[in-house]
């Protein structure tokens, strides 16, 4: 069968029609070719006419790019040709093209109200669908009035039962320790104590004790994203495969049905319970996210309030976990890896309370406050610059929602459905961004951890050169509770306990992984 590019949705039609479909081995090769060809369709109709002299990174498979090459090498690949073309160009990358945005034109997108970050994350990794939620159930925009309005103008007060709750999460993997415990790598501790706490935030004192609700809350975006992670990346450039695996996964798969399961039966009988105690004069309202949306949330059709709330409590998780535990794992490889990096976090501390009029072994939740954590600074520019070099190549996908072609200042066209990535690699860690070095022998690969110290730029706050929690109206709303708890975690430990590393701390240079390698021994 000769394959043609269709110029319009009725030759697609035509073509499709075509398709002899008399046996299974037809049927499997019309499948495969009405795929290619709706593909080629969206390429052709999205890139047609986008006459704007950008360059494009040469590539000889048409449906996986240079995928194979980004992910073999994505640092050799990305200096290669972030230096070959410049800020602005072109890559096909994951089955479909994608430009590539570097230096002050990031700007540009972040700005932009029609490029959208979750309609073009979505097209790889649908969370919502992968649990089972509806397209139209709990938008973006719900998510950010949750975290902006119940959540961080109430840190102070959330502050010392997250304490609480970290310090719970820590003796659930080390336990009463006797002496030495080595620990193969740090996430799995970092991960239950960043859980226990958020659950406290999210769901409340009570529900925060129910340790196989805590194990949900810590393991549904690994477990949900490694169906993903395993995928054959043929299907990368199939749209509507890539899709209907994900719905599959949300309707069928065994780890979306236990933790569906496990939190709607820890949530339901809770909010039965305060609907029904509200109704009492002496009631005590309780203080948490979950309240918030009982009272506030508007219950779409079809659906009853518990399965609502604990949808938009997933939603929170996939927000926030993970990407908390994983950056305060980086922190803390970081801290390890540099040699007398503790002793000199721990000094900070020490000073920071003592200047406080605090006993500097006092109990965690009344010395480790709002207030006192954020004034140690020499913690804060160590958290900016680890995740600053994370490892990240091109990120932060986005969209063109808008109906009309977008034009960047340099002449780039980015038409309607078109994807941008971030170079966060050039923004972040490249020397060759002339504007962002203070001064010619600064090294920006280099990991210096006071680096912003008394600079006006504690880790909370984005910029051009530092993208972790995006720019502008995309950036992340929780990236202060976030700080909050990775800070709070180092505080702990390096009061608390020993740390050090048994083995070598290996930083990853692949995609697959953005976290360290490394056995940690723990002891009082």
Same mark, same amino acid.
């Given at each position: 069968?000769?394959?043609? =590019?269709?110029?319009?949705?009725?030759?697609?039609?035509?073509?499709?029609?075509?398709?002899?479909?008399?046996?299974?081995?037809?049927?499997?090769?019309?499948?495969?070719?009405?795929?290619?060809?709706?593909?080629?369709?969206?390429?052709?109709?999205?890139?047609?006419?986008?006459?704007?002299?950008?360059?494009?990174?040469?590539?000889?498979?048409?449906?996986?790019?240079?995928?194979?090459?980004?992910?073999?090498?994505?640092?050799?690949? #990305?200096?290669?040709?972030?230096?070959?073309?410049?800020?602005?160009?072109?890559?096909?990358?994951?089955?479909?093209?994608?430009?590539?945005?570097?230096?002050?034109?990031?700007?540009?997108?972040?700005? @932009?109200?029609?490029?959208?970050?979750?309609?073009?994350?979505?097209?790889?990794?649908?969370?919502?669908?992968?649990?089972?939620?509806?397209?139209?159930?709990?938008?973006?925009?719900?998510?950010?009035?949750?975290?902006?309005?119940?959540?961080?103008?109430?840190?102070?007060?959330? %502050?010392?039962?997250?304490?609480?709750?970290?310090?719970?999460?820590?003796?659930?993997?080390?336990?009463?320790?006797?002496?030495?415990? $080595?620990?193969?790598?740090?996430?799995?501790?970092?991960?239950?104590? #960043?859980?226990?706490?958020?659950?406290?935030?999210?769901?409340?004192?009570?529900?925060?004790?129910?340790?196989?609700?805590?194990?949900?809350?810590?393991?549904?975006?690994?477990?949900?994203?490694?169906?993903?992670?395993?995928?054959?990346?043929?299907?990368?450039?199939?749209?509507?495969?890539?899709?209907?695996?994900?719905?599959? =996964?949300?309707?069928?798969?065994?780890?979306?049905?236990?933790?569906?399961?496990?939190?709607?039966?820890?949530?339901?009988?809770?909010?039965?319970?305060?609907?029904?105690?509200?109704?009492?004069?002496?009631?005590?309202?309780?203080?948490?996210?979950?309240?918030?949306?009982? $009272?506030?949330?508007?219950?779409?059709?079809?659906?009853? =309030?518990?399965?609502?709330?604990?949808?938009?409590?997933?939603?929170?998780?996939?927000?926030?976990?993970?990407?908390?535990?994983?950056?305060?794992?980086?922190?803390?490889?970081?801290?390890?890896?540099?040699?007398?990096?503790?002793?000199?976090?721990?000094?900070?501390?020490?000073? #920071?309370?003592? @200047?406080?009029?605090?006993?500097?072994?006092?109990?965690?939740? $009344?010395?480790?406050?709002?207030?006192?954590?954020?004034?140690?600074?020499?913690?804060?520019?160590?958290?900016?610059?680890?995740?600053?070099?994370?490892?990240?190549?091109? $990120?932060?996908?986005?969209?063109? #929602?808008?109906?009309?072609?977008?034009?960047?200042?340099?002449? %780039?066209?980015?038409?309607?459905?078109?994807?941008?990535?971030?170079?966060?690699?050039?923004?972040?860690?490249?020397?060759?961004?002339?504007?962002?070095?203070?001064?010619?022998?600064?090294?920006?690969?280099?990991?210096?951890?006071?680096?912003?110290?008394?600079?006006?730029?504690?880790?909370?706050?984005?910029?051009?050169?530092?993208?972790?929690?995006?720019?502008?109206?995309?950036?992340?709303?929780?990236?202060?509770?976030?700080?909050?708890?990775?800070?709070?975690?180092?505080?702990?430990?390096?009061?608390?306990?020993?740390?050090?590393?048994?083995?070598?701390?290996?930083?990853?240079?692949?995609?697959?992984?953005?976290?360290?390698?490394?056995?940690?021994?723990?002891?009082?």
């Amino acid at each position: 069968m000769q394959l043609t =590019i269709p110029s319009s949705l009725d030759q697609i039609i035509e073509t499709v029609k075509d398709i002899n479909l008399s046996s299974r081995q037809q049927q499997t090769i019309g499948l495969l070719t009405a795929a290619t060809v709706i593909t080629s369709y969206t390429f052709y109709r999205l890139f047609k006419g986008s006459r704007d002299n950008c360059p494009t990174v040469p590539y000889r498979d048409p449906f996986n790019g240079s995928s194979a090459e980004y992910r073999k090498d994505p640092s050799a690949f #990305v200096k290669k040709w972030t230096e070959e073309f410049g800020p602005v160009y072109r890559v096909h990358l994951f089955g479909r093209m994608h430009t590539i945005v570097s230096g002050r034109y990031v700007r540009e997108v972040f700005m @932009n109200s029609n490029f959208d970050f979750h309609t073009g994350i979505e097209k790889r990794f649908d969370m919502k669908t992968m649990a089972d939620i509806r397209d139209d159930e709990v938008p973006a925009s719900d998510t950010r009035i949750a975290v902006v309005q119940y959540l961080t103008p109430h840190l102070k007060y959330f %502050t010392p039962r997250a304490v609480d709750n970290l310090n719970i999460g820590l003796h659930d993997i080390v336990g009463d320790l006797q002496g030495k415990k $080595e620990l193969p790598h740090l996430y799995p501790l970092v991960q239950r104590m #960043v859980s226990r706490a958020s659950a406290s935030v999210f769901v409340g004192t009570k529900l925060c004790q129910n340790s196989e609700l805590i194990t949900s809350f810590q393991e549904i975006t690994g477990d949900l994203g490694s169906y993903i992670r395993a995928e054959n990346y043929w299907i990368e450039p199939f749209q509507v495969l890539m899709k209907l695996k994900m719905w599959y =996964i949300g309707k069928f798969s065994a780890s979306t049905r236990k933790h569906r399961k496990v939190m709607l039966n820890a949530i339901t009988p809770e909010i039965k319970s305060r609907l029904e105690n509200a109704k009492k004069p002496d009631w005590e309202r309780p203080n948490d996210i979950l309240q918030d949306l009982i $009272e506030n949330s508007k219950i779409p059709a079809g659906r009853d =309030i518990a399965t609502h709330i604990t949808n938009q409590i997933i939603v929170l998780i996939f927000a926030s976990i993970h990407t908390t535990s994983e950056n305060g794992t980086i922190v803390l490889y970081h801290i390890l890896n540099t040699p007398g990096l503790i002793e000199e976090l721990y000094k900070e501390q020490q000073e #920071v309370l003592t @200047n406080a009029g605090l006993d500097p072994n006092g109990k965690s939740s $009344e010395v480790f406050t709002f207030d006192i954590i954020k004034s140690m600074v020499k913690l804060d520019s160590v958290c900016r610059e680890s995740m600053r070099l994370r490892n990240e190549f091109y $990120e932060l996908t986005h969209t063109n #929602v808008g109906k009309n072609k977008i034009v960047l200042s340099n002449g %780039t066209i980015i038409p309607p459905g078109g994807d941008v990535l971030i170079n966060a690699w050039y923004n972040q860690q490249s020397n060759d961004w002339e504007e962002m070095k203070k001064d010619k022998s600064e090294d920006r690969t280099e990991f210096k951890p006071f680096r912003y110290v008394n600079t006006g730029y504690p880790s909370t706050k984005v910029s051009d050169d530092y993208l972790v929690f995006g720019e502008g109206k995309h950036a992340c709303p929780g990236r202060w509770f976030a700080i909050q708890e990775i800070k709070t975690v180092i505080s702990l430990l390096i009061r608390d306990y020993k740390l050090r590393p048994t083995s070598d701390i290996i930083f990853p240079t692949t995609i697959q992984t953005a976290m360290p390698f490394g056995s940690v021994s723990i002891e009082k």
